[in-house]
């Protein structure tokens, strides 16, 4: 019996990720997410999971010297993306589209994670009338993509708020941009081709997700004071509250946890602390008027309402947010390409044929 959307079945083995949406739990390579995203560099769970363990100090050193060195863009890509913000291009589908050209260079994974925050930069700028910055060789993978936006040398508090986020977004099981890796790797294809078809599957809205309506909701209620009120309207009109509930999550979603702690400590000391105050208000009574009005749903906090308040935090617009995720899942997919790679049959599922049957071709058809 066919199975809508394939829920509930069991695609693939791996020993990347593991969700237990039930418990809350998100495990990567054997660390909880708290564990691994709060302590490591975006470049040590990258090496976790395309190697199994963490680095040693020199593979580590290593490995930093090799992304350092593949993150610049050949020219054509750079036309291109000027081509792109000329025509107003949305963010995803420029990255989508340059994304691609990197196969001009290499089909490296170490290149194509290196030149990802290249491309979100240098589009950012070029699409607001501004040069794209050249990368520094001297900074992190987190460090160099905040001198990129901005020219100017990140403060650690905001490196490792960026870090944290990268690295609690890195794997999340099958997800359908995941699979869409793991379908083209399965055939035979380059890196560059699955990376290109997730990002095709992560640009949809039902996927990548909206963090920026969550804190729009934030910024509507403006006060502590009216988040009662404004929720309680929301909610008996029937809209949904952002940055609540989730598919797989039936209790609270364990990134929301990790970048709610990174958000508090990024704010406290390099940032706005009346807007983390805020949105923890309106946590709070969104929470408790979910409980109110649905009970038993178990609508709890999502990855996105904290997602939004810490990208927001680090002065990105919210066409950044979902090419940043972007940025630390591609780590993710090409995990996910090497272990389809080791033990690869191709992914072929079957379809169940519903449609007519008996039809005979008109022998008197004139069109």
């Known amino acids: 019996m066919a199975t809508s959307g394939l829920e509930g079945v069991v695609a693939a083995t791996t020993g990347l990720s593991h969700v237990d949406g039930e418990r809350g739990e998100l495990v990567i390579a054997g660390y909880q997410v708290d564990e ?16 199994g ?4 100090s020199a593979e580590l050193d290593t490995f930093r010297g090799e992304l350092a060195v593949a993150r610049g863009l050949p020219e054509s890509t750079l036309a291109l993306l000027r081509e792109c913000a000329h025509r107003n291009v949305d963010s995803m589908d420029a990255l989508r589209m340059a994304a691609d050209t990197l196969s001009l260079v290499s ?14 930069a240098a589009y950012w700028r070029l699409r607001r009338g501004q040069e794209s910055i050249a990368p520094r060789s001297d900074l992190g993978h987190a460090a160099n993509f905040l001198y990129m936006l901005s020219g100017e040398a990140p403060d ?5 708020g960026l870090e944290t986020y990268l690295n609690t977004v890195i794997d999340h099981g099958l997800n359908a941009s995941t699979f869409t890796a793991r379908v083209i790797t399965s055939t035979g294809s380059d890196l560059v081709s699955a990376v290109v078809g997730a990002l095709g599957a992560l640009k949809g809205p039902l996927h990548g997700g909206a963090p920026g309506p969550a804190l729009d909701m934030v910024f509507e209620i403006g006060d502590a004071s009216r988040a009662e009120e404004v929720l309680r ?5 029937g809209e949904k509250l ?15 946890d990790v970048l ?5 400590r990024m704010f406290t000391r390099a940032g706005d602390m009346s807007l983390y105050k805020l949105a923890r208000s309106v946590e709070a009574e969104a929470l408790r008027l979910l409980e109110e009005y649905k009970p038993g749903r178990r609508l709890q906090t999502n990855v996105e ?32 390409a090497f272990e389809q790679r080791r033990a690869n049959r191709i992914i072929r599922p079957q379809s169940e044929y519903v449609g007519p049957r008996g039809r005979k071709y008109p022998r008197d058809r004139d069109v």
Request: charge should be neutral; proline fraction near 5%.
């Open 156 to 160: 650690p508090e905001r490196v490792r």
């Open 53 to 56: 363990d963490l680095p040693s």
């Open 305 to 336: 309402f904290y997602t939004a308040l810490l990208l927001h935090g680090l002065g990105f617009g919210v066409e950044l947010f979902t090419p940043t995720f972007a940025i630390g899942r591609v780590s993710g997919w090409i995990a996910h």
């Open 260 to 264: 709610a702690k990174a958000a508090e």
């Open 233 to 237: 309207r929301k909610i008996e009109a």
């Open 107 to 120: 089909d490296e994974a170490t290149g194509i994670v290196a030149r990802m925050p290249t491309i979100v």
């Open 242 to 256: 952002m940055g609540f509930g989730h598919r797989v999550y039936k209790v609270r979603d364990p990134r929301a």
């Open 36 to 51: 691994l995203a709060e302590h490591a560099t975006f470049e040590e769970a990258t090496w976790l999971l395309w190697n």
